[in-house]
């Protein structure tokens, strides 16, 4: 039988040590201790972090993968999903980040490594490049995604991933804010939704 992998996609200007990713982790380290669970601290250029997450994937080519991704890594997600055709969740995710983003084009720094960057122009234009068309009512593939949004999300607007998704598996919770409040009681409907054995 395949293993299982999962590749957790954090958020711009995140890392593998937000709440949400730790949470995910010890969640699936105590419940599903065989699945194998991957959080990279993602790069900063959208053209690289592409780049590596697909040489994640493809090192275990034969494996069962399934992807998580919270606002930008929901974005990557997306575009994951669509290219190697396995399942999903998306947690408040970005639905045009080359729109939001263009307003921290400069220096940026990561407040969990301390790692100084620029986010500029061409980003915006290689992420715009990546977008993807919304899954269709007809199309099989609608049934990769499990979407969860909260409308208070205060970064994004939650409308937009709403309608984008809107024939896929979706949460809208009401009130909350971009980190989802109460994440972590949405994990055991995640393992449904992946079929973690």
């Given at each position: 039988m395949a293993q299982q992998h999962i590749l957790y996609i954090h958020g711009f200007n995140s890392s593998p040590l937000s709440n949400k990713a730790e949470q995910t982790k010890a969640y699936f380290a105590k419940y599903y201790p065989k699945v194998i669970f991957h959080c990279p601290q993602v790069a900063t250029t959208p053209i690289e972090a592409?780049?590596?997450?697909?040489?994640?994937?493809?090192?275990?080519?034969?494996?069962?993968?399934s992807l998580m991704g919270s606002s930008l890594g929901g974005y990557f997600s997306n575009y994951l999903c669509e290219k190697y055709n396995i399942p999903a969740v998306l947690i408040n995710p970005a639905v045009k980040p080359y729109q939001l983003l263009s307003d921290y084009i400069g220096e940026q720094i990561n407040p969990y490594t301390e790692d100084v960057y620029?986010?500029?122009e061409q980003h915006m234009h290689q992420l715009e490049a990546i977008e993807q068309n919304?899954?269709?009512?007809?199309?099989?593939?609608?049934?990769?995604?499990l979407v969860m949004v909260q409308t208070g999300d205060e970064v994004l607007d939650y409308q937009q991933?709403?309608?984008?998704?809107?024939h896929c598996q979706l949460i809208v919770e009401q009130g909350g804010d971009h980190s989802f409040i109460n994440y972590e009681q949405q994990l055991p409907a995640i393992a449904e939704f992946l079929q973690l054995k």
């Open positions: 592409i780049k590596q997450l697909e040489a994640i994937i493809e090192q275990s080519p034969n494996e069962s993968w620029f986010v500029t919304a899954p269709s009512k007809e199309s099989e593939r609608k049934n990769n995604y991933a709403a309608t984008k998704y809107q």
